[in-house]
């Protein structure tokens, strides 16, 4: 799970995932649009055509049934004798036109009232018939449904002509009859695809042709197998026009249909559905294997610039956890100048200063160490003089106190206090030489550290500056990125000129083929440019990523050289607490050697006048009390002195085996 979990998180896997959705996703969205775009245009193509077949055809029927109502109308507008409504002389002229026509027959008159009769000589009574009482309403031709002649075994379609008087006044009709045959020989020239057919149905979806004859006269709804079928059959008789789509007997078929002029008649042209999408098909087939191939070779590429591109930042990042576990020998080796190779450029230089910086800490650590040591030592050299001060302050005291007690010893504790007071004076003398010494050992290491505070800050500084180098790098990335955006813009408006072009040059026809090769590669160029541009941007925000974590870095490292100062400032102030010691010290070995040459002077007095004596001893011995007070505090002092220096010394070990973690 931890090694799943690791790889998901690789910098390698990621940018190879980002370089696969940036290449791959615009493929499929690609696919998918040109898919669905040449998909619609060949049904588009399809219908179109479907169509002007369709109306082709109907405008034929439509001339078919103006022919045959044009003769009949001609021929009654040329001869007076249809307006006399005689049969005798009406019938030849008929005869003649039934003679020429084979396409039509049993020519008949029909009255006002309804009577018909024919050549034959029989008669029947159409007063009802709903196409007879259509044109004597109208005063134009009218087509009758479909009928069966059983003694003939012969469908017909009876039409009617009207004749009118002079005034437009309706005096009956010459009706004949035309077979629905004819339809069925129209119907057979038409075709749509390889094995797509059309016939004519009634408007009340009887078939009048089909190229199964059984179907003949009998109903659609008698041939409806599921209820998919029978609403589309619903959908053409109640429509003028439109496309419908259902299965019969298990295959898909597509029936555009129109309705003829001046009738109730529907043309339907019927093509199976896999004619039409066969060849979408194929092409989605070929999309598919295209799309395939094209996947396998974008994720190679895709593998081989993330291992070209990631292979750097993965070498820049062990030598930066080489370099946090305290090699400084390591260096980035630069093979390029671009980001990644700056970027290494500064990596290299900042590891190369932070050696320096450490060596130079690491001289001034030792030299304050030795120091520190010097001064301890002193100091306890310090402290044991002020251990044989207060020795002697106490015997100047026992002396004073001998002084007050016999005044006939006075001569002889008066020797003893010259030879007091004269080992006073020398110890002071030695301390003060001591105090001046240390004083000046620990203004040296004062010295030094104050030097190794001004390297830390030019550490800090240095650091300060990288970052901001770092900082800028990253903004110049951010331009980059937005020069990426532009270049982006210009690419897809150029796509769309080529789109434009493309479409222009369709218009063109042959006129505009080479035109339009020369806009498919500019579009093909500039979806090339695109692509190439999404993936600079993409490893423009990855530089930008890796350069807002270098800057969190080195913040990070500057808040630990500003804690490595303030360490080192506390030192200094405990240095500076030192040196203020020494000089008090100083100060007071400078007041016992004063006061010992007080005593000095106070022992010549008493040896000068007896009679002063008394008051002289017991002052001395006052002062005595006095300097052995101020040597006790000068033995604290210089205990606490001596303190300070042990933990210095402490201080500067501890800072010298962290500092040696380092390898330069």
Do not use: C
Request: proline fraction near 1%; glycine fraction near 6%; avoid cysteine.
């Amino acid at each position: 799970m931890k090694e799943k979990k690791g790889l998901l998180n690789s910098i390698y896997v990621k940018w190879t995932a980002l370089l696969l959705a940036i290449s791959i996703l615009p493929l499929l969205a690609s696919i998918y649009f040109f898919t669905t775009y040449f998909g619609n245009l060949l049904q588009q193509d399809n219908e179109q055509i479907a169509n002007q077949a369709l109306e082709f055809n109907l405008e034929r029927v439509d001339e078919w049934i103006g022919t045959k109502v044009g003769a009949v109308s001609d021929l009654i507008a040329q001869h007076e004798e249809f307006r006399t409504m005689d049969s005798d002389t009406i019938f030849p002229i008929l005869n003649i036109l039934d003679q020429s026509d084979n396409q039509s027959e049993g020519y008949s008159l029909i009255d006002k009232n309804g009577l018909l009769q024919n050549m034959l000589g029989m008669s029947s009574d159409m007063s009802t018939a709903d196409y007879f009482l259509k044109a004597k309403e109208t005063k134009t031709y009218s087509v009758a449904d479909m009928s069966y002649l059983e003694a003939l075994d012969l469908h017909i379609i009876p039409l009617i002509v009207p004749i009118t008087d002079a005034n437009g006044e309706f005096l009956g009709g010459v009706a004949f009859s035309v077979t629905p045959k004819v339809l069925g020989d129209m119907g057979n020239k038409i075709k749509l695809g390889e094995t797509g057919y059309a016939y004519f149905i009634s408007g009340d979806g009887v078939y009048y042709s089909h190229s199964d004859m059984s179907r003949i006269g009998k109903n659609v709804a008698e041939f409806e197998d599921t209820p998919e079928q029978a609403k589309a059959f619903q959908t053409i008789l109640e429509q003028e026009q439109g496309m419908v789509s259902y299965k019969e007997e298990g295959k898909a078929l597509l029936s555009y249909f129109g309705t003829v002029p001046n009738t109730n008649w529907k043309l339907i042209i019927t093509v199976p559905e896999q004619e039409i999408t066969g060849k979408l098909t194929q092409a989605n087939q070929l999309i598919t294997i295209i799309l395939i191939a094209s996947i396998i070779v974008v994720t190679f590429i895709a593998l081989f610039f993330s291992r070209r591109i990631v292979r750097p930042i993965l070498r820049i990042s062990q030598i930066v956890r080489i370099v946090a576990e305290g090699d400084l020998k390591q260096h980035v080796e630069v093979k390029s100048r671009d980001e990644i190779g700056q970027m290494s450029e500064g990596i290299n230089l900042m590891i190369s200063n932070m050696a320096g910086i450490v060596q130079q800490i690491n001289t001034t650590i030792g030299r304050v160490s030795a120091s520190s040591s010097e001064l301890l030592q002193s100091a306890n050299h310090s402290a044991q003089a002020a251990g044989e001060i207060a020795t002697s302050i106490q015997d100047v005291a026992a002396s004073a106190n001998t002084q007050l007690q016999s005044a006939e010893q006075s001569s002889r504790a008066m020797e003893e206090m010259s030879v007091g007071v004269q080992r006073i004076s020398e110890t002071a003398s030695g301390v003060s030489g001591q105090s001046e010494h240390v004083t000046s050992e620990v203004e040296s290491g004062f010295t030094e550290l104050q030097t190794a505070i001004t390297q830390m800050n030019k550490i800090g500084q240095s650091s300060m500056e990288t970052a901001s180098k770092i900082k800028t790098m990253e903004e110049h990335s951010e331009q980059i990125g937005q020069i990426v955006d532009v270049i982006s813009e210009i690419s897809r408006q150029t796509s769309l000129l080529a789109l434009n072009a493309s479409i222009e040059a369709a218009r063109a026809g042959e006129q505009g083929r080479g035109f339009a090769i020369v806009a498919s590669e500019v579009k093909k160029l500039a979806e090339q440019t695109n692509n190439s541009i999404e993936s600079i941007s993409e490893i423009v925000k990855e530089i930008q990523s890796f350069s807002s974590v270098i800057v969190d870095a080195t913040e990070r490292n500057n808040e630990e050289i500003a804690s490595g100062i303030e360490h080192i400032r506390q030192v200094g102030e405990r240095f500076q607490h030192i040196r203020l010691s020494i000089r008090e010290v100083s100060n007071q070995m400078q007041d016992v050697s004063a006061t010992t040459q007080q005593l000095s002077a106070g022992s010549e007095e008493i040896t000068a006048s007896v009679e002063d004596m008394f008051s002289t001893a017991k002052e001395s011995a006052g002062n005595a009390h006095a300097v052995s007070e101020a040597s006790e505090r000068q033995n604290e002092i210089m205990d606490s002195f001596v303190q300070s220096f042990k933990t210095l010394d402490e201080m500067m070990t501890a800072l010298k085996q962290q500092i040696q973690v380092f390898r330069y």
